[in-house]
């Protein structure tokens, strides 16, 4: 006999707790990390009077779930949550209840989290529970940069030009402070000019970057990673027009983990970052790149314990003081000798000589540059080199292919940032498990 549905309604009471498998990511997610900490970082954004509004944890788990299941429209999100029973259970909503709205999503996003300051403390407070328990060690980070494409078509594009004011590149107050205490600080002049570049009309924010392996307007990204267990422990976002090297020992100094050394790649091999590493108790490691006025490349050797130079005939160029090149922007540290006692040398034709002297403009942070050159080729810079390989080129390649970071969907700084604490908190969530 054929059976047939009777339909008929029935009353069943489910306990949905007991149908959630104990090894589902989002179970493990819940044993181990009380989302209740967001009810405090919340509160300032919330009026004590009025009608209640949507539960903050119930929005920021449902981003959450977003971000780790690489659901990329939110109208999609609020009907995935809606029909996945384990999504419900993780956002504490039960059958009787309806999902909140897609566009509570961008109400809260335009009225009450404009900055996005409440997602870089979730972010900050699960990496301090990682260091805690112990999963973050701060004994080797690797740290890196990556290009995210804005969404926005090529030809919103346009040829803006600006008046900026030039001046030097302000790393960090504590390398201000050094290079105004060297012989020859002249403060530097600010003067006005008219810089062209390209701009969205779409998303004015955004920045243009023209690179080898990089072209196109969008977002530049910074992330550190703790090699122990992958940890990311801090995330900033850029305008892609800017420098990675000029923003790294801020984007070190403001994360809540303080690492014993870290690794970069070539594009941070400059004296600056060398020397604010040091000043920060950091070892760092840094892949050399080519720079083609390279004193060392025409036959000098370097003396860092007498901070000179030494040509191959064995006579010394002496460090003088700072020289500041308007036309650069840039402090440089004068080596020099005077020409007379160099006439007689029969390599004098090929030495570089100006105003009367043989001389060498090196980074004002030579001593600091050339200290990260000896490291290299060593058995930790190898260490190192490997495990940046692994944990920073590795974790951009899972956020951008499991956690929606492959391109920025919203437009502007604030929630581009947004959008990469949030994939970075995600991934955090997945590995703190693992690693517990």
């Known amino acids: 006999m054929m059976g047939k549905q009777s339909g008929q309604i029935q009353m069943v009471i489910l306990d949905i707790d007991s149908m959630i498998p104990e090894d589902h990511l989002l179970r493990q997610i819940k044993n181990c990390v009380n989302f209740d900490f967001i009810y405090e970082k919340a509160a300032p954004y919330y009026s004590h009077i009025g009608r209640k509004s949507i539960d903050p944890v119930i929005l920021i788990k449902m981003l959450l779930i977003g971000y780790l299941y690489g659901i990329k429209s939110e109208r999609r999100l609020e009907e995935e949550v809606s029909l996945n029973l384990a999504y419900r259970w993780f956002c504490g909503i039960d059958f009787t209840q309806r999902t909140p709205d897609h566009s509570t999503f961008s109400q809260n996003r335009r009225r009450r989290f404009q900055d996005a300051s409440i997602f870089r403390e979730i972010f900050n407070e699960i990496v301090l529970k990682c260091i805690r328990l112990g999963i973050v060690s701060g004994e080797t980070g690797v740290a890196d940069g990556s290009f995210l494409p804005s969404n926005v078509s090529w030809d919103s594009r346009y040829e803006a030009v600006e008046t900026v004011n030039r001046s030097t590149v302000k790393y960090m107050a504590e390398l201000e402070e050094e290079l105004v205490s060297m012989p ?24 243009y970057i023209h690179q080898a392996r990089k072209r196109g307007l969008g977002y530049l990204t910074e992330m550190t990673v ?15 027009s800017q420098r990675e090297s000029d923003m790294i020992l801020k984007h070190l100094k403001e994360q809540p983990c303080e690492y014993q050394e870290i690794c970069l790649d070539a594009g941070y091999d400059i004296g600056a970052v060398h020397r604010g590493l040091e000043l920060l108790g950091i070892n760092g490691y840094t892949a050399i790149r080519e720079y083609q006025n390279n004193a060392i490349k025409k036959g000098f050797r370097y003396e860092e314990e007498k901070d000179r130079f030494v040509c191959i005939e064995g006579e010394y160029l002496e460090f003088h003081k700072l020289v500041y090149k308007k036309a650069t922007q840039n402090y440089y540290r004068l080596y020099s000798r005077s020409k007379k006692q160099c006439k007689k040398c029969p390599r004098f034709a090929t030495c570089a000589t100006d105003l009367g002297t043989v001389r060498i403009n090196a980074s004002a942070y030579y001593p600091s540059y050339h200290r990260n050159n000896q490291k290299v080729g060593t058995d930790d810079y190898l260490r190192v080199m490997r495990l940046r390989q692994i944990w920073a080129e590795g974790t951009f390649a899972v ?37 517990v």
């Open 184 to 207: 020859g600080y002249r403060k530097p002049e600010n003067e006005e000019t008219q810089k062209e570049s390209l701009k969205s009309r779409t998303d004015p924010e955004c920045g």
């Open 226 to 240: 703790d090699t122990s267990h992958g940890i990311i422990t801090g995330i900033d976002c850029y305008p892609a």
């Open 399 to 435: 956020l951008k292919r499991e956690h929606k970071l492959n391109k920025i969907q919203k437009r502007g700084l604030q929630k581009a940032t947004e959008e990469c604490l949030l994939s970075a908190t995600s991934l955090n969530l997945k590995r703190l498990v693992k690693a």
